[in-house]
């Protein structure tokens, strides 16, 4: 059973940084592709991130070279670096995995199999 449970959520201002946590308790290692997701009020689910078994991570355009995704297998726990963060930023952020070989892709979010309750970053001007 994949229990997820993020945190770190906060509110700061623009230019901040902030580093997302999620515990992935019964995360195999390797076992799982993982992944960040957010969304907005009245907005579809957005693929923020993905690390896939081979280690080599995706992001969406929106934020490449900001924000940086990494696991700790050991630990059970995926994280979330973000930094030179804007108010487009804000929205409640979600980590999500699945046992699929192929990861699904960060614009589907539906096919994602398991996700935690999301954790509210708030980026103000």
């Known amino acids: 059973q994949v229990r997820l449970v993020e945190s770190g959520g906060d509110s700061v201002q623009a230019g901040g940084s902030l580093r997302l946590s999620c515990d992935a308790s019964?995360?195999?290692?390797?076992?799982?592709?993982v992944a960040w997701f957010r969304q907005t009020p009245g907005k579809e689910r957005e693929g923020v991130a993905s690390l896939p078994r081979d280690g080599n991570a995706h992001y969406a355009e929106a934020v490449k070279g900001r924000f940086t995704i990494s696991g700790d297998y050991a630990e059970h726990t995926l994280f979330l670096e973000m930094s030179s963060l804007t108010p487009e930023d804000t929205a409640i952020y979600y980590c999500?995995?699945?046992?699929?070989?192929?990861?699904?892709?960060?614009?589907?979010?539906?096919?994602?199999?398991?996700w935690g309750q999301g954790t509210q970053v708030t980026v103000s001007s």
């Open positions: 019964g995360l195999r290692n390797g076992g799982y592709c």
């Open positions: 999500a995995a699945d046992r699929a070989y192929w990861c699904p892709s960060l614009k589907s979010w539906a096919e994602w199999g398991y």
